[in-house]
């Protein structure tokens, strides 16, 4: 899958060595999810699925990892926790109706390009008082990004004309026949200390700045790094609906 100048199957491996669950989002899925052994929940856009599996370890209850990315897949395939890997699109998704109780993506909305049609087999597929949630960056976590956006400033008006506003996902539900119950602002304080996933493009942000913007972002973080750890806050919007009860 290439998306913004990113190919999923050729950067599988710097997406599987540097990406990570975010606490605070996993809590809210936790909390906001009502999952319980019996529940089936699907992820869309699941790359190599650690949100999927850790949910799936945690509620043992029966789970879906959707991804457009054969090789993202393959990392899924080779943990132990059960959960069904399924390759296929957001788009279309390849369920029968009324087949979940939670459908949730995380940093994906941005990647799909019919995102209406999207929110429309979440609603098909979706069981009557199931949820749904996107987890996403606001305009403002966009610009607050105290690394990517303070050493790579020419990726925030970029970003910015591929995410949608919180608003308009908000419409989108609504339009399937969604109900829109509520986001939650998350945000976590982490360190960087290597500067080894910004030299692996592992932000797609990254991929669709200029090869100058880039390599001019990376000299001014790594003459930083040897002063010593970089502080910042990662920050996600959870938009969550649900489906009416009939």
């Not at 050729?10 to 052994?37: K, M, S």
């Not at 098909?124 to 987890?135: K, S, Y």
């Not at 403002?140 to 919180?166: A, C, D, M």
């Not at 982490?190 to 991929?207: C, G, M, N, W």
Request: one cysteine or more; aromatic letters at 10%.
């Amino acid at each position: 899958m290439r998306a913004y100048g990113v190919d999923y199957n050729e950067d599988a491996d710097d997406y599987a060595a540097h990406r990570q669950v975010h606490g605070r989002v996993f809590q809210d899925l936790c909390r906001q999810g009502r999952l319980v052994p019996t529940s089936t929940l699907l992820e869309v856009g699941c790359g190599t699925g650690n949100y999927v599996r850790a949910l799936a370890s945690r509620y043992r209850c029966i789970a879906f990892g959707l991804d457009p990315a054969a090789a993202m897949l393959l990392y899924g395939r080779a943990q132990p926790e059960r959960v069904v890997w399924v390759l296929g699109r957001a788009e279309h998704l390849n369920f029968a109706d009324n087949a979940f109780d939670l459908t949730f993506s995380v940093d994906v909305i941005h990647h799909i390009s019919d995102k209406a049609a999207f929110y429309g087999e979440v609603a098909r597929t979706l069981r009557p008082g199931g949820q749904v949630c996107t987890v996403t960056d606001s305009e403002k976590s966009i610009r607050q990004r105290e690394v990517l956006s303070g050493y790579f400033p020419e990726t925030v008006e970029l970003e910015l004309t591929r995410y949608p506003r919180i608003g308009q996902l908000e419409a989108w539900m609504a339009a399937a026949g969604l109900k829109v119950l509520s986001t939650a602002m998350v945000k976590e304080p982490y360190e960087v200390t290597s500067i080894q996933p910004f030299r692996d493009k592992a932000y797609s942000s990254l991929h669709i700045i200029s090869e100058a913007a880039w390599r001019g972002g990376l000299e001014r973080l790594e003459r930083d790094l040897a002063c010593g750890p970089i502080r910042g806050t990662s920050r996600y919007a959870c938009v969550w609906g649900c489906k009416p009860e009939r």
